[in-house]
T-cell receptor, first 113, second 115 residues
Framework: DQQVKQNSPSLSVQEGRISILNCDYTNSMFDYFLWYKKYPAEGPTFLISISSIKDKNEDGRFTVFLNKSAKHLSLHIVPSQPGDSAVYFCAATRAQGAQKLVFGQGTRLTINP | GAVVSQHPSWVICKSGTSVKIECRSLDFQATTMFWYRQFPKQSLMLMATSNEGSKATYEQGVEKDKFLINHASLTLSTLTVTSAHPEDSSFYIC???????????FGPGTRLTVT
C-alpha cells in the first residue's frame, strides 16, 4: 500500500522556468509533510516542510502548497537552476507519534540550460 | 542545518561476514535515529527506529537478528549487518531529528557491497 505517491518519475524543465513537483497521499492521519532533494550516492537533503494547519510555506525559491481536501501537495521551484537537477522525494509523517517518515517514489528533475 | 555523519561511506565485504555502520549526529543530540535502505532507482524504505537506551523497533519484514541496531549514546547509533549475503548489498542511510523538530536530517549514506 503506497501511502505517499509521486506519479511522475521524471520532469524536465528549462532553466529559469518554474518546476512543479507533485505528491499525493492517502493516509488522512498524516499532518506534516517534507520535501527532500537527493543526489546519487548521497543522503537526502531537507528542503522545506509544511504543517497541515497551513496551506503554503515559502523559503526562497522553494514554495510548498498543501491541499488537504485533495490530499495533495506540490513543490514549486522558481526560477529553476541547473543545480536543482536531482531526485526529489516528498515525505509525510504524523506530528504526534514515532516521527517515522513515509516517502514517495521520487521524481527526477532535470533542468535544461 | 543539523549535520549527520555516517561511516564508512562505502564497504565491500565477503559473504558471511558482518559489517558495522555508524551514524552520528554531530551538532545535536538525538534520542531517536532511523535506518533506511535504498535499492537502485527506488524509494527509501524504513528499516528500523533506533531508540537511545532501549531496543530498536523494526519495520515489518526486517530481520532484527540480521540487522542489529545499537543506540549507544545520544549522538551515535550503529547498524550491524550480520552474516551478510549478496542480497544485502544496498545503500544504507540513517537520519535523526533534533529534539523538538519534525525535520529529519540524513547522513550521506553507506554503500554496502557483499561479494
Amino acid at each position: 500500500d503506497q501511502q505517499v505517491k509521486q506519479n511522475s518519475p521524471s520532469l524536465s524543465v528549462q532553466e529559469g522556468r518554474i518546476s512543479i513537483l507533485n505528491c499525493d497521499y492517502t493516509n488522512s492521519m498524516f499532518d506534516y509533510f517534507l520535501w527532500y532533494k537527493k543526489y546519487p550516492a548521497e543522503g537526502p537533503t531537507f528542503l522545506i516542510s509544511i504543517s497541515s494547519i497551513k496551506d503554503k510555506n515559502e523559503d526562497g525559491r522553494f514554495t510548498v502548497f498543501l491541499n488537504k481536501s485533495a490530499k495533495h501537495l506540490s513543490l514549486h521551484i522558481v526560477p529553476s537552476q541547473p543545480g536543482d537537477s536531482a531526485v526529489y522525494f516528498c515525505a509525510a509523517t504524523r506530528a504526534q507519534g514515532a516521527q517515522k517518515l513515509v516517502f514517495g517514489q521520487g521524481t527526477r528533475l532535470t533542468i535544461n540550460p | 542545518g543539523a549535520v549527520v555523519s555516517q561511516h564508512p561511506s562505502w564497504v565491500i565485504c565477503k559473504s558471511g561476514t558482518s559489517v558495522k555502520i555508524e551514524c552520528r549526529s554531530l551538532d545535536f543530540q538525538a534520542t531517536t535515529m532511523f535506518w533506511y535502505r535504498q535499492f537502485p532507482k527506488q524509494s527509501l524504505m524504513l528499516m528500523a527506529t533506533s531508540n537511545e537506551g532501549s531496543k530498536a523497533t523494526y519495520e515489518q519484514g526486517v530481520e532484527k537478528d540480521k540487522f542489529l541496531i545499537n543506540h549507544a549514546s545520544l549522538t551515535l547509533s550503529t547498524l550491524t549487518v550480520t552474516s551478510a549475503h549478496p542480497e544485502d548489498s544496498s545503500f544504507y542511510i540513517c537520519s535523526a531529528p533534533p529534539s523538538g523538530s519534525y525535520e529529519q536530517y540524513f547522513g550521506p549514506g553507506t554503500r554496502l557491497t557483499v561479494t
